[in-house]
């Protein structure tokens, strides 16, 4: 009725209605753009979808957001039809993108970028709230997307974020979508927060890394999610190319140098050590690394032990505090508080899909890549394409849907 109040209308044209699940949703309006179609691609497989309508979830996790990409040309190609789509953070980046009917614009973009290029799109600022402002990345998807408005999008579209003030999720379904992104995405401690009607947003995988509840209105045929915060028994990195040739290396040492004096001010110089190191990585992720060392450490303390017993006397035996050369491991603060917010998100997580589990489930291992390897755009979309083509075969197969520990 017109005079019924939705959870997230507004009252008096400023403050939100809260919604039943204490969910509250920021959804503002003013003049409307209307926003392409999603591009049609070529399918070339046997259309297993028969037309069946999905609603797809997207979740957190940095630049393993990239297989979002292969994971929705899978289901195009195989003939399923999405028909709504939530998002946090690179989910709702990417959920945003093909929404608005841009995916193929965004993919050419970011498939073309270097390490050298994510660099200079950082748009380093070292402010005691961020890292980064983001605003040179966010011109770009600005560009891209233009002045589209979520109301106006062709299928139902929903970015997460969170309140840092208020301790909520916060849902925009209205508005422009490009602001909605950009709250959806702004990583705590690393991009700055986006202040917007009093409130300060953050990055929704705070409260909720894979956002599938904003789906079951849309009365699909199947409801699917992709976790970028899947486990893998069988570790496996997308190995770090050769970054720079030798004439791109003056140039980035050029711009690490100016900016030195600001990293060294913010979190000592870690994360700029750890984005701009120009040595083939070891293929060990900063958990491996930690292991490996620990597990050396005790081997080390067990000879130790051994050779010592016998002198040992009961009033020196104490329990001995370990440390690690973290500097020597290239371990820093900046992958000491990914570990923590991936450590976060791998639980909530779990919870997500216990309370509302999807019909197809589709992990991308965690340690497929670091959180803040934008340049690996094209291995990751591969990777994408990939672990939706084998949940969808066993899923067609045997309606039998990937497990928290599956593919």
Not at 8 to 35: F, I, R
Not at 108 to 126: A, E, I, N, Y
Not at 131 to 160: C, H, N, Q, W, Y
Not at 329 to 334: E, M, P, S, T, V
């Amino acid at each position: 009725m017109a005079g019924d109040k939705k959870p997230g209308d507004h009252k008096d044209g400023n403050e939100p209605v809260p919604a039943e699940d204490g969910v509250s949703k920021v959804m503002q309006s003013s003049d409307v753009s209307p926003a392409e179609a999603p591009a049609s691609t070529e399918r070339k497989l046997v259309k297993t979808g028969n037309g069946k309508t999905v609603a797809l979830t997207l979740g957190s996790g940095g630049a393993r957001g990239y297989a979002h990409i292969g994971a929705i040309e899978v289901l195009q190609e195989r003939g399923y039809n999405i028909i709504a789509i939530s998002g946090c953070s690179m989910g709702a980046l990417i959920g945003g993108m093909y929404a608005a009917g841009k995916m193929k614009e965004y993919k050419d973009w970011v498939t073309g970028l270097g390490q050298f290029d994510v660099l200079k799109l950082l748009d380093v600022t070292f402010t005691s709230v961020g890292a980064i402002r983001g605003e040179k990345v966010f011109s770009v998807v600005r560009d891209i997307l233009g002045d589209t408005r979520i109301e106006d999008l062709p299928i139902s579209f929903t970015a997460v974020a969170t309140d840092l003030l208020a301790h909520k999720e916060i849902w925009f379904q209205e508005g422009p979508l490009d602001r909605a992104i950009r709250a959806s995405i702004a990583i705590p401690s690393v991009v700055t927060p986006l202040v917007l009607d009093g409130r300060v947003l953050v990055d929704g995988a705070l409260l909720n890394p894979l956002p599938i509840i904003p789906t079951i209105s849309a009365h699909a045929d199947l409801i699917m999610a992709v976790n970028l915060s899947g486990e893998d028994e069988q570790p496996r990195r997308i190995p770090d190319a050769a970054f720079t040739d030798e004439d791109a290396g003056s140039d980035m040492d050029e711009w690490v140098d100016a900016i030195r004096d600001k990293a060294s001010r913010w979190f000592d110089w870690d994360a700029i050590k750890s984005l701009t190191s120009r040595k083939i990585d070891s293929g060990e992720s900063p958990e491996e690394k930690i292991t490996r060392e620990m597990a050396k450490k005790t081997k080390d303390k067990e000879l130790k032990a051994q050779r010592e017993e016998a002198a040992k006397s009961a009033q020196h035996k104490r329990d001995d505090h370990e440390t690690i050369d973290w500097d020597k491991l290239g371990i820093g603060k900046f992958d000491v508080m990914n570990l923590t917010i991936e450590t976060m998100q791998s639980a909530l997580v779990q919870y997500k899909i216990a309370g509302y589990p999807p019909d197809l489930l589709v992990n991308i291992p965690k340690n497929a890549s670091r959180s803040y390897d934008y340049h690996k755009a094209p291995e990751l979309i591969q990777l994408g394409r990939e672990r939706m083509t084998a949940a969808l075969d066993r899923f067609e197969e045997s309606r039998s849907s990937s497990g928290p520990l599956a593919l």
